[in-house]
């Protein structure tokens, strides 16, 4: 009986975690393309 | 080590930020420049020695990616993120004690060697695990990976600038940042070793194809298939072309326009190196997604035959439109970025994911040997024409035409390639079982 009313056991959801390690990543990845962009419009005003 | 197997509801969205955080670490060795000056003054060097981990580190990558290949399958991207994550970091604290004590050898053997053999490791641990994860979309999910690469030096050029700033250009000053650069990326690189994992065996969800699917080729097979050498001068052909306008890119646009009423200023040459780099990286990640689209051996026709008609621009062309040269040698560093990610998926096309990740380390001899050629090329002939009292444009004019004619060469050399003979291909052990079985079932029924 308490195995029926009990919430199903699905795989736990990692949303929080793909989230995180995307982040992790993505914030160094936009500063170095930050410092990228800021050269290359040398190439236009310089 | 055994390979780390995915836990039910696993997702395999976490897979690319495991691999973006050791590429994005490792890619950090095209901005060993930032060093050089510092190291010379305050060590006394000339820039041949200032040089010296940066050569050794690019040679221990080439090694150690196609010797290690093999141990990387059999221990699995855990066991290879984690020696890539030790012997990087520790590269770098050995160059900081190195810097301290004011020891270059120290330095050389620090970087280069020991940091050297976890740029190797690094380059090669998430290929495999990727396409495994990613059999529908084999060439988007490397193109990240390896769009990491280009883009490390992309954070670490500026970062390790304002360090030197921060800490001073002398000797202790270099030490510090040395070691805040191992303690740092030691920390960074330890997501992918924690996230990484092997996906199960069994069909993925959705209906996609399975990895395990197709033939299947043993590292040991590849080597001796015409394939792969194929293949080979393909990269090689394909990175010669585009290190020859990489390596001279300041030089050759100032040189370029000098005679004209709009010359180059240097500031201008630095933004338009700066534009490269961003073409490089985004051809990794753009052009080799494309490939799942439209397929590896069209894609690199358009990387070879199109490159080749953006070189006969330039030549042509000469100084009489700068738009038209930049616009040809951004697509030329597309071309060659998407080249470098595209290859991973081009062999698993061909050798199935079996050893992908060891044949892949055997193929990066063709990236060694063409860092070689290309720069190589470009100089003495740019160097012969000027002893031959050329100027401007028609300094470059026949180096141009060189890359035209090794484009055309990957271009046969992609022609050639065609599906690998069945003899070259393992046996797969568990339809081998399931064959068995049913027979067994058959006879005792």
């Known amino acids: 009986m308490s195995s029926d009313s009990s919430p199903p056991s699905g795989p736990p959801s990692r949303r929080g975690l793909i989230a995180f390690a995307w982040v992790w990543v993505g914030v160094p990845l936009a500063y170095g393309v930050y410092e990228l962009v800021r050269k290359a419009t040398q190439l236009f005003t310089g | 080590m055994s390979p780390p197997v995915a836990p039910a509801g696993w997702s395999r969205w976490l897979v690319p930020p495991a691999a973006l955080s050791v590429h994005l670490s490792i890619g950090q060795a095209y901005a060993w420049s930032v060093f050089k000056p510092p190291l010379e003054s305050a060590l006394g060097l000339s820039g041949t020695q200032s040089a010296l981990p940066f050569q050794l580190g690019i040679v221990m990558l080439g090694l150690s990616a196609a010797f290690g290949g093999t141990l990387v399958e059999r221990n699995g991207p855990r066991w290879a993120m984690t020696v890539a994550l030790i012997c990087f970091s520790s590269g770098f604290l050995l160059s900081a004690l190195g810097a301290a004590t004011e020891q270059y050898w120290l330095i050389v053997l620090g970087y280069g060697f020991v940091g050297g053999i976890g740029l190797g490791i690094g380059y090669i641990s998430p290929v495999s695990t990727l396409i495994k994860w990613f059999p529908d979309r084999p060439g988007m999910a490397t193109g ?279 003899r070259h291909h393992v046996p797969a052990p568990e339809s081998k079982e399931k064959e068995a079985a049913d027979v067994q079932r058959q006879q005792s029924a």
């Open chain 2, 144 to 422: 990240i990976a390896i769009m990491g690469f280009g883009g490390g030096a992309l954070i670490a050029s500026p970062w390790s600038a304002q360090m030197l700033e921060s800490f001073g250009s002398d000797s202790s000053g270099i030490a510090m940042a040395f070691l805040v650069h191992g303690l740092s990326y030691s920390v960074f690189m330890l997501l992918g070793v924690l996230l990484v994992r092997v996906p199960r065996t069994e069909k993925p969800v959705g209906g996609a194809p399975s990895a395990f699917d197709g033939p299947q080729v043993s590292a040991r097979n590849a080597v001796r298939t015409p394939q792969f050498w194929c293949l080979w001068v393909v990269l090689c052909m394909n990175v010669t072309a585009g290190i020859g306008i990489l390596e001279k890119a300041a030089p050759m646009i100032t040189d370029f326009f000098k005679n004209t009423s709009t010359p180059v200023s240097v500031s201008a040459a630095a933004g338009f190196v700066a534009l490269l780099s961003a073409a490089n990286m985004a051809g990794r990640i753009g052009w080799s997604s494309t490939s799942d689209l439209i397929g590896r051996k069209n894609i690199y026709r358009l990387y070879l035959g199109a490159g080749a008609l953006m070189y006969g621009l330039i030549a042509l062309a000469g100084d009489s439109s700068k738009p038209l040269f930049i616009l040809c040698a951004l697509v030329i560093l597309s071309f060659y970025g998407g080249g470098f990610a595209t290859i991973p998926a081009y062999l698993k096309d061909l050798f199935g994911t079996y050893q992908v990740g060891a044949i892949h380390g055997r193929l990066l001899t063709a990236w060694s040997t063409a860092g070689v050629l290309g720069p190589l090329i470009v100089n003495w002939i740019a160097d012969r024409q000027e002893e031959a009292g050329k100027d401007g444009s028609s300094l470059y004019t026949m180096s141009l035409f060189i890359m035209i004619g090794l484009l055309a060469v990957g271009f046969v050399a992609n022609e050639l390639v065609r599906p690998v003979h069945p």
